[in-house]
Structure formats: structure tokens, C-alpha cells
């Protein structure tokens, strides 16, 4: 153990020396001066929790808005509408049906006369105060599909007061929070935060008996000897979601035009209502039938070498469908193992794979089509 003793070169750290490693106590004047910062910095998050109905709300916002007066008022730094009709339908759905909003952090501004600075919630203000003023006509709603071509006005004079009285919890920051402060606290909301991958998301939405299906061909030991990915893409559930284009690719690629995500999720709330004991069983048969086939053919499972430790999206596609329909064209199959090799290093297939316009049908369709058609042509 050297311990220093007012030297400038040591300047107070401690350093402990191990056989194993070195490590850098922090001093008592550091942690002293941490601290002072800390309490330093908290001025400027000063706030005040408040509720307020969804009708003063609007109000506040609309309120000599053409004259630069409005009490709730959006600043330079987030001027732009960003939300489509679909998004602000589907917030307007939220709201009816009762589900819980997110706060909206609004700022006094020292030289606003009171005025209120909407640092974090103004597309769901806007969108409130386009609805309540018929400029919204409610489109692609999911549960409260009547509504849908509805506006405002539309609404029984009963369901608009109830609408009205929804409450919206606002975090009003003190006039403390300078304008340096409020932008901080804008990009830490909208950026800082982590955001749930699509199948976190699709497991939160729509649970049910075919998303348990998913996770449980994602755990099968083969699949992940085969297909291995990273720890972050396991534990954002990356493998489940490749199960789910598996299954969704093979019975609807024909069907597919140009938003994956869309067609994914349409896939798994169709095929959750319908799925049942039986259906489970026919389908994890074929998709261990496919790895038991990959296994057995394909020397590098789904990846582009032996030394590879990385599935790609586009490969996995590829060769896990295009062995499906192949098998179900040929449930028999006994490809040449030598064409296979000849044909996975070949430049068309490379082509097929290299990117993963995911995006494309005809791309989707040929990279799956190749792989089919490979294995069906150079059958022995």
C-alpha cells in the first residue's frame, strides 16, 4: 500500500496496489466537493406537482395564443407539430379509454409575466387542442375502432364533458430553472431515456398465449447454438422477435408491402386470437424441424462462418424460411451438401444478404426464394 502524503504528484489519492489490480480511493475532500455540487445543481429541479382537467388545460393553451399571450406556451426550441394523424389518434384513444398519461413538464419563466414554458408535452397538448377544436378526425384507432372518423363534435354532448374532465399531472418547475436548465431537461427527456425495443413493446401490449409461444422457441438450446446473438440483443428480446418474423415471413410473405413493424404487429394480434394448444404444437414442430434441418446441412447454422459470433437478421431470414418452404414443398429434402456451400459463398446470395432492406418485398421475397429454390433445385 503507498499512501501520499501532501505530494502535488499524488495529490491526495490514495492508490492500492494488489497483485491483481490497481484501484483509486476516492478522498474525503473529493466526496466533499461531489456533494457540494450535487446540492448545487437540485436548485434548478425545483417543481410543484399539480393536476389539471384536460378543458383548462386547453384553454390555457389556446388562450390569446395569436397574440404570443397563451398562459401554456410552446418556446423557440420545440416549435415544430411532429405527430401524424395516427399518433394523435391513438393519444386521444388514450385518454377516453382512461389509460395513464405521462407527465407534462412545464416551466415558469421569470420574464413570461407567469406564463408557463411547456418544456416536455407539446404534441399531446396541441393534439388535445386540435381535437377539441375539430381539426382532428380520429383514424386507425385499435380499440375504439367506431370511433374512428369521429371528431370532436362528434361525441355525445355527454362523453365530451366526460373527455373534458380527464385530468392531465403537470410538473411545474420554479421560476429557479433558467432557460439553460429547461432545454437540459427537454433533450434529457427525449433522448436520455432508454426506449423499449419493438418486441419489449409488442410483449407489453399484446400478451397472450402466442407471445408465451415466441419466448419459448427463443429459449430452445438449438436455436441459440445456431443463431448466436449479443447479450444486449438477448436481453432486449431480439430472439423472440426473430421467431416472430420466422413465423410471420413463412405463412404471410406474399402479403408483406413496406412497414415491418406494422406487419409484424398485425401478425401477432391476428394470430394471438386464433392460437391455441394445437396450434403451438404444429408450429414449434416446423420451426425445430427447420433448425434440426440447418443443423444438419449447414455447417455454420446461420452464420457467415465459423469464427463469426453474430447472426445476421437478413442471413437468419434467408436461410430459415427458405429451408421452411422448401420442406414444405419436400418434406423429404436431401440436399447436396456441396451445392450448399457452393451457393451460401456464391455473389447472388451475397447479394441477397449483404443488406437487409428490410423494407423491400421483392428483396424479402427473392432472399427467401433463393434459399427455397437452392435447396429444392440440388436436391439428391
Known amino acids: 500500500m503507498l499512501e501520499s502524503r501532501g505530494e502535488d504528484l499524488y495529490a491526495g ?20 466537493k461531489a456533494e457540494i455540487q450535487i446540492e448545487t445543481e437540485q436548485v434548478f429541479v425545483d417543481y410543484d406537482t399539480k393536476e389539471y382537467p384536460v378543458e383548462t388545460v386547453v384553454d390555457k393553451y389556446l388562450k390569446d395564443i395569436d397574440e404570443d399571450k397563451n398562459e401554456l406556451f410552446v418556446p423557440d426550441y420545440q416549435r415544430d407539430f411532429r405527430w401524424d394523424e395516427k399518433r394523435q389518434s391513438k393519444f386521444i384513444e388514450s385518454i377516453i379509454i382512461g389509460l395513464p398519461i405521462p407527465y407534462i413538464f412545464v416551466a ?23 381535437f377539441m377544436r375539430n381539426e382532428l378526425k380520429l ?26 374532465r380527464k385530468t392531465l399531472r403537470m410538473i411545474e418547475l420554479t421560476d429557479k430553472a433558467n432557460e439553460e436548465a429547461r432545454r437540459d ?56 422477435e426473430l421467431v416472430l418474423r420466422f413465423f410471420a415471413y413463412l405463412n404471410k410473405h406474399k402479403e408483406f408491402i413496406n412497414r415491418v413493424s406494422d406487419f409484424l404487429d398485425i401478425y401477432l394480434e391476428e394470430t394471438q386470437k386464433k392460437f391455441n394448444d394445437k396450434c403451438g404444437k404444429e408450429m414449434r414442430k416446423e420451426f425445430e424441424l427447420v433448425l ?4 444438419k446441412y449447414f455447417p455454420d447454422g446461420f452464420k457467415r462462418g465459423p469464427k463469426d459470433k453474430l447472426t445476421p437478421r437478413v442471413r437468419f431470414e434467408a436461410i430459415a424460411i427458405g429451408v421452411a418452404l422448401a420442406l414444405r414443398e419436400n418434406n423429404r429434402l436431401v440436399p447436396d451438401k456441396a451445392s450448399i456451400e457452393v451457393w451460401l459463398n456464391s455473389p447472388e446470395f451475397k447479394k441477397h444478404t449483404t443488406s437487409d432492406a428490410s423494407n423491400s418485398r421483392p428483396k424479402l421475397i427473392g432472399r427467401i426464394e433463393f434459399v427455397r429454390d437452392q435447396l429444392l433445385k440440388n436436391a439428391i
Open 139 to 164: 383514424v386507425n384507432l385499435k380499440k375504439l375502432t367506431e370511433l374512428n372518423g369521429f371528431q370532436y363534435s362528434d361525441l355525445p354532448l355527454s362523453r365530451q364533458r366526460r373527455f373534458n
Open 292 to 295: 434440426n434441418f440447418v443443423e
Open 13 to 32: 489519492i490514495i492508490i492500492s496496489m494488489s497483485k491483481k489490480n490497481i484501484s483509486v480511493e476516492i478522498t474525503v475532500s473529493q466526496k466533499d
Open 185 to 240: 431537461i427537454f433533450e434529457r427527456i427525449n433522448t436520455g431515456s432508454v426506449q423499449l425495443e419493438s418486441m419489449e413493446k409488442r410483449r407489453g401490449i399484446q400478451p397472450g398465449l402466442f407471445t408465451d409461444f415466441l419466448s419459448e422457441c427463443a429459449r430452445i438450446p438449438l436455436f441459440k447454438t445456431l443463431a448466436p446473438l449479443t447479450k444486449v440483443s438477448e436481453n432486449k428480446r431480439g430472439r423472440e
Open 108 to 130: 415558469d419563466v421569470k420574464d413570461k409575466d407567469g406564463r408557463l414554458e411547456i418544456v416536455d408535452g407539446s404534441q399531446r397538448i396541441r393534439t388535445l387542442a386540435a
